[in-house]
Every structure is written in structure tokens, then in C-alpha cells.
């Protein structure tokens, strides 16, 4: 079965500096692989979203993520964080019946 | 793009009673919706998912008798939480796929429940 695995609970960052975000996935096929962003008492909106192709994919906000197949990694990256970036971000793996699985997700702090 | 409202954004109910959520596709057909329930600061849990104009097949464990969904047009669903406890206070989120793009998930924002 599919899984999708965020290793970071929580990650404070500073305003202006780098973020990456990870996420590990298992599955058996070629894996349809997301990052979405929630903010408090909101729904989730798609920063990117990764099928096949060019590995780095480049999503909205200033987001990218790359695939490594060799690491069943899909690892999201803003160069230059801003505070309304503060969220929780949640990386997501289709199964074969088009459901998404979710990871635990990262909530993401932006100090000044 | 495609929007997809969620009402009410919270609800406040008695225990016992019934509550009805609903999720409204605004500018494309939703053939298929997706439910979730989401506990605080945990991810989202899949509860069941509905085609259009069919029965909606719930995930193991979810109730199927106290979670009703129905799907009965292509722009609505809803998920009716009947004879409520506080137990099933939460945070629910529906989610639409249209034809034509399997992979396109369009999220409505958000129900909170609270029984009391």
C-alpha cells in the first residue's frame, strides 16, 4: 500500500531564509505526487503537483519541489520565506483508485 | 479555476441532533467527491468517496449510517453527521474531481463542527 511520510512535525523558520520541506513516499507504480498548503481553519490549496517529466517542478507562491526517484523523495523549496507563508503543508501520493493519502503534515512557523 | 463552496464554514449543534454540510461545485462538474475529516493538528482523513449518482463507498471504520453523503447532481454532495455526539466534533473538508482531469482535486474550505 501507498504511504507518504513527513518527517518534520514542525519547522521554524526565519523571515527571508530558505525552506525545504520534506516528504518520502512508497508505492509501487510511478507515483502522482502533490504538496498542498492549509491555513488555519481553511481548506487546502495545490502548490504544485508532479506526474511525470522535468523532475523540479515549479509551483505557486514562489514553491518548487523535486522528485528523486532514487530516494522516493519529493522534497518542497522556497529560496526566501515570508510570514504569510506560516501553515501547515501537506505532501500527498495518489493510490490507484485517484484517492490522495496524505501525510502527517508540517506546520511551518515564520519567525521575524 | 475551479471553486469548490463549502457551508457552513461552523456549526455549533446539540447532541443527538443532525447536521448537514454541503459542497457545491461553482464552475465545473464534480463527478466525484471526496470527504474528509481532519482532528486538530493531525492530516486529513479520508471518510468516504461519492460518484455522482451513485452510493458513496465509505472508508473502514466510517460509519456509513452516521455519515450520510449523498451526490445527487454533479455541482452538489452532502454529508449529513446524523444523531451527533461530541465525539464527532471536528473538522470536515470535502474535495471535487471533474471529468476530464482524474488528478485535478479542487478543496472546499472547510466545515467546523462542535456538538455540545
Known amino acids: 500500500a501507498q504511504s507518504v511520510t513527513q518527517p518534520d512535525i514542525h519547522i521554524t523558520v526565519s523571515e527571508g531564509a530558505s525552506l525545504e520541506l520534506r516528504c518520502n513516499y512508497s508505492?509501487?507504480?510511478?507515483?502522482?505526487l502533490f504538496w498542498y498548503v492549509q491555513s488555519p481553519g481553511q481548506g487546502l490549496q495545490l502548490l504544485l503537483k508532479?506526474?511525470?517529466?522535468?523532475?523540479l517542478v515549479q509551483g505557486i507562491k514562489g514553491f518548487e519541489a523535486e522528485f528523486k526517484r532514487s530516494q522516493s523523495s519529493f522534497n518542497l523549496r522556497k529560496p526566501s520565506v515570508h510570514w504569510s507563508d506560516a501553515a501547515e503543508y501537506f505532501c500527498a501520493v495518489t493510490d490507484s483508485w485517484g484517492k490522495l493519502q496524505f501525510g502527517a503534515g508540517t506546520q511551518v512557523v515564520v519567525t521575524p | 479555476g475551479a471553486v469548490v463552496s463549502q457551508h457552513p464554514s461552523w456549526v455549533i449543534c446539540k447532541s443527538g441532533t443532525s447536521v448537514k454540510i454541503e459542497c457545491r461545485s461553482l464552475?465545473?462538474?464534480?463527478?466525484?467527491m471526496f470527504w474528509y475529516r481532519q482532528f486538530p493538528k493531525q492530516s486529513l482523513m479520508l471518510m468516504a468517496t461519492?460518484?455522482?449518482?451513485?452510493?458513496?463507498?465509505?472508508e473502514q471504520g466510517v460509519e456509513k449510517d452516521k455519515f450520510l453523503i449523498n451526490h445527487a447532481s454533479l455541482t452538489l454532495s452532502t454529508l449529513t453527521v446524523t444523531s451527533a455526539h461530541p465525539e464527532d466534533s471536528s473538522f470536515y473538508i470535502c474535495?471535487?474531481?471533474?471529468?476530464?482531469?482524474?488528478?485535478?482535486?479542487?478543496f472546499g474550505s472547510g466545515t467546523r463542527l462542535t456538538v455540545v
Open positions: 508505492y509501487g507504480a510511478t507515483p502522482y
Open positions: 461519492s460518484n455522482e449518482g451513485s452510493k458513496a463507498t465509505y
Open positions: 508532479y506526474f511525470s517529466g522535468d523532475t
Open positions: 474535495s471535487a474531481r471533474g471529468r476530464g482531469d482524474p488528478y485535478g482535486y479542487t
Open positions: 464552475d465545473f462538474q464534480a463527478t466525484t
